[in-house]
């Protein structure tokens, strides 16, 4: 394996366990509302202790989508380039390829959702004797599912490099893997 394979892989998975850990630490400081009323004790309002974990979620996207891009670039996203040999590394590439983008996908949407929805809040709305004020904060798990796909990023996305590489390598610098005609010039 050359050394801008191992550089690549390195530093995707670097950049992904990056993002990772900033996804976990999002879903530990989701912010968390309490309703408290104003000096006057006419109006209840919330009031949100943190909003860290946006920042935090917006961190592990970008983080997550420089990995992808990483991977991407480095691998001609699969379909540009020079051909890949057939058989079995190709078909593995495909699939993982495949399966690589629908979690990249999910992590980020979830991410993206997640680092919206914390950064919410809601301001003045109840009245004493009124309705019961509803303070909303971000659903528990959002982040951490985010934390989960952006593992299973981490992972497809490196062994898709991995069989990328096996497959491209065993091309050689023959077009479309190579040529079983032996074909003279023309004259």
Known sequence: MAMASILVQVSALLLNLIAFGLAVAAEQRRS?????????KEYDYCFYDSDVATGYGVGALLLLVAAQAVVMLASRCFCCGRGLKPGGSRACALMLFLFSWLTFLVAAACLLAGSVRNAYHTRYRGIFNGDPLSCETLRKGVFAAGAAFTFFTAILSEFYYISYSKSRDAAGGA???GSSIGMGPYT
Do not use: I, N, Q, R
């Open 32 to 40: 968390k509302a309490t309703v408290t009323p104003d000096l006057a």
């Open 175 to 177: 077009p479309y893997g």
